[in-house]
Structures are given as structure tokens and as C-alpha cells.
């Protein structure tokens, strides 16, 4: 009997492993430098068409300057003739990186502007908006400890902060949509937990929404700009199911009056290209609009340091779990 039941126990123990090993490997590829892609479309949510897309690869802004490490997160805005790219920018000899611009007439080719935000702490996630005439910006800013806005005094440059929307907060790339009837502002924290945020103007009090968790787990950091159609609003979501950086999903936010549901839209929109240098290891960011009758992405990727995988335990463990809660919650609570 003990033999029995110490091999029933073995064949839980693996089955339970291998599931946890088939959502999210304890083996994981090994990312290098990241990358911007760019492109037209003619939906969404679809962009792939990245074989015939534009790529402005971090080795092509280090011959330009020299010491680049990589270029990420891109968020762009199309404003009269000229597209205004904004990315995170890390170059080799800085602790901490910057924001970036490039400039194209055609949104094929860009040309390098230079460095339009640096501060004392890292940045990030440079989501750019127009905003009642005014051009703002909302990056990472968790080293400053406060989700900070920022306002161009000359558009694309000057760039200053014009208010702190979340004081003593840190979120990671927070994710803002505003209209006349909903402004909402969505982040993560370092427990693998997506927030919610409100507020009745933008540079008014932000709260957190009475359903204050969005989601957590493996899908549950923001990954680029909301976009709004006539279903509701769409948020893309970061996917760490083979590590960070290796995927983006999209999910569909619905709200009426104060309450939401959330339900996923497009599982791993974006996701590893084999075929694509830059692009091999993962991607893990989406900035789409449109643009006239078609649709333009900007979004990144990083390519393989080398073709050994790294061995972690911990995160498919604790991920599998935080998924397994956010499932129950979102099926068993609301």
C-alpha cells in the first residue's frame, strides 16, 4: 500500500511539473540587445507582417554614436507631416538610460534626433500623447518613486514635469487613456499585480478603482498604448510565459459606468521571430494607431545572446500560481 501511494504520489509530483514546464519552462532562452521595428497594416489587432516591416536595430544607432546598448519600448504620434518616434534608450556608458527620438517623413525612414529626457533616476516606457492641444508624456519613472507627467514647452523637445500623479507609488510602465466620459490608468507592481487608477481630469486626483487589481500572474505588466474601438478599449499585455521580453498578448477591457471586465482578446500577438535576427529571442511591445485608412505599429524585440537557455525554477513556480489565483478570481469572483 505504501508503495503504491508513494508512486501515485511520483506520478502527481511529474504530471504537476510537466504542466508547470509546458506553461512557463524552467529553461528559457537567453535575450541580448533589444530593437524597434516598425510598420502598416491594415487591421487590428494584427501586425505581422514583420519579413517586410522596417527594423532600426540598436547595432545600426551604435555605428551613428557609439555607445549604444539598446533601444526599446517605442511610443510614437503623428503629428502633420512628420512622425515623432519616443524609446527608451540605454547606452553603454550610462547607469541609466534615457529617452530617445527619431524623425521620419514617411514612417519608413528614421533619422536619429538625439536624447530628449534624461534625469537623475532610470527611464522608460516613454508613452507620448496629445492631450487638449498639449503634448505630454507619461514614462517609467519608479526611481523617482512617483508616476510622473511630463510637458514638451517645444514639441518634440523641452520636456518638463507638470504634475505627479501617484506619489510614494512605484508602477512599472504606466499605461493612461483618457476621453471625455473615461480616464483610466492602469500599472504593475513588482508582485506580478496589473492596478487600476481613475480620475476625473488628467492632472487631477488619482485613485484606485474599487476592483483595484486588473489581473496578476504571468500576464499582467503593461505593454504599449491602449487602443480604443467600438467593442471597448484594448491593452496590450507583456507575457513572461517563456521569460521577460518573450511575448505580448492583447486584452479587452470593457467598462460601464464604474464597473470593468477584462477578458484576453488575442493570445501572443507578439512573440519570438526565428527568422528574424532582432527579433529571435522575443518581443514584448506594441504602440498601434491609426493612421488615415491603415493602421501603424511601432513595437520591439530582442535577439539571443547565445543559444544556451538559463535554468529558473522560481518564476514558473510563483507564476503558476499567481495565474492559477487570477483565474479563480476572475471566473469564481467576478
Not at 518613486?145 to 511630463?150: E, G, I, P, S
Not at 487600476?196 to 486588473?214: E, F, M, N
Amino acid at each position: 500500500m505504501i508503495k503504491k501511494i508513494s508512486l501515485l504520489l511520483l506520478i502527481l509530483g511529474i504530471g504537476i511539473i510537466a504542466i508547470i514546464n509546458y506553461r512557463i519552462p524552467f529553461f528559457k532562452p537567453a535575450g541580448g540587445p533589444w530593437s524597434i521595428g516598425f510598420g502598416f497594416s491594415s487591421t487590428y489587432p494584427k501586425c505581422n507582417n514583420f519579413k517586410k516591416n522596417k527594423i532600426y536595430s540598436f547595432e545600426e544607432l551604435k555605428k551613428q554614436i557609439g555607445n549604444t546598448q539598446f533601444i526599446a519600448d517605442p511610443f510614437f504620434l503623428k503629428e502633420k507631416d512628420s512622425f515623432y518616434l519616443f524609446f527608451e534608450h540605454k547606452k553603454i556608458n550610462d547607469y541609466h538610460a534615457v529617452i530617445g527620438l527619431l524623425t521620419s517623413k514617411d514612417g519608413q525612414h528614421y533619422q536619429y534626433r538625439g536624447t530628449v529626457l534624461k534625469e537623475r533616476f532610470h527611464l522608460s516606457y516613454p508613452q507620448v500623447f496629445k492631450y487638449q492641444n498639449e503634448f505630454y508624456m507619461l514614462p517609467e519613472s519608479q526611481g523617482a518613486n512617483h508616476v510622473l507627467l511630463y510637458k514638451a514647452n517645444k514639441f518634440p523637445f523641452g520636456w518638463k514635469v507638470c504634475d505627479t500623479l501617484l506619489a510614494n507609488t512605484r508602477l512599472k510602465d504606466p499605461t493612461i487613456y483618457l476621453s471625455d466620459t473615461l480616464k483610466v490608468m492602469v500599472g504593475s507592481d513588482k508582485n506580478f499585480k496589473m492596478h487600476l487608477y481613475t480620475a476625473d481630469k488628467l492632472q487631477g486626483d488619482w485613485t484606485l478603482h474599487s476592483r483595484p487589481i486588473v489581473m496578476e500572474g504571468s500576464e499582467s505588466r503593461p505593454g504599449g498604448r491602449i487602443f480604443a474601438d467600438k467593442s471597448g478599449l484594448l491593452l496590450p499585455v507583456q507575457s513572461f510565459h517563456k521569460g521577460y521580453g518573450s511575448g505580448l498578448s492583447v486584452y479587452r477591457l470593457k467598462f460601464d459606468n464604474k464597473a470593468y471586465t477584462v477578458r484576453k482578446e488575442k493570445h501572443l500577438l507578439l512573440q519570438s521571430q526565428q527568422d528574424i535576427k532582432e527579433f529571435n529571442a522575443g518581443m514584448h511591445h506594441l504602440d498601434m494607431q491609426k493612421i488615415g485608412n491603415q493602421y501603424y505599429s511601432v513595437y520591439d524585440g530582442n535577439q539571443l545572446e547565445h543559444n544556451q537557455k538559463i535554468f529558473n525554477y522560481k518564476a514558473p513556480i510563483l507564476l503558476n500560481c499567481l495565474d492559477l489565483k487570477d483565474w479563480c478570481r476572475q471566473n469564481l469572483i467576478y
